[in-house]
């Protein structure tokens, strides 16, 4: 599975932006796919998931009520709706894939990564 991430950028403070990730390689309709973000001298760090399905999601604390993940299996896309952004939402963003029904946390648990794509939120 490769997987790019695009829609990365810079933004003030109550701005939003839309991360996509687009897959190929594999039966993407096979896997539990995965943000994770990861900021300076941080931990990268679980931000939201989705089954293979798309019936289930599931968000860090920290992000819950502002960001919505989805995705388009026709189109093979992830996307990461991301809503009243706040400066600490500042990171690198990446997507994750693992073939799977369960949607793993911890960035070890998974097997394929993008490359990530910057977000800076401004105060």
């Known amino acids: 599975v490769q997987l790019v991430e695009s829609g990365g950028g810079l933004v003030q403070a109550g701005g939003s932006l839309r991360l996509s990730c687009a897959a190929s390689g594999r039966t993407f309709s096979r896997y539990a796919m995965g943000w994770f973000r990861q900021a300076p001298g941080r931990e990268r760090e679980f931000v939201s998931g989705i089954t293979w399905s798309g019936g289930s999601t599931y968000y860090a604390d920290s992000v819950k009520g502002r960001f919505t993940i989805s995705k388009d299996s026709a189109k093979n896309t992830v996307y990461l709706q991301m809503n009243s952004l706040k400066p600490e939402d500042t990171a690198v963003y990446y997507c994750?894939?693992?073939?799977?029904?369960?949607?793993?946390?911890?960035?070890?648990?998974?097997?394929?990564w993008g490359q990530g794509t910057q977000v800076t939120v401004s105060s």
């Open positions: 994750a894939a693992e073939k799977g029904i369960v949607v793993p946390i911890y960035p070890g648990e998974y097997d394929y």
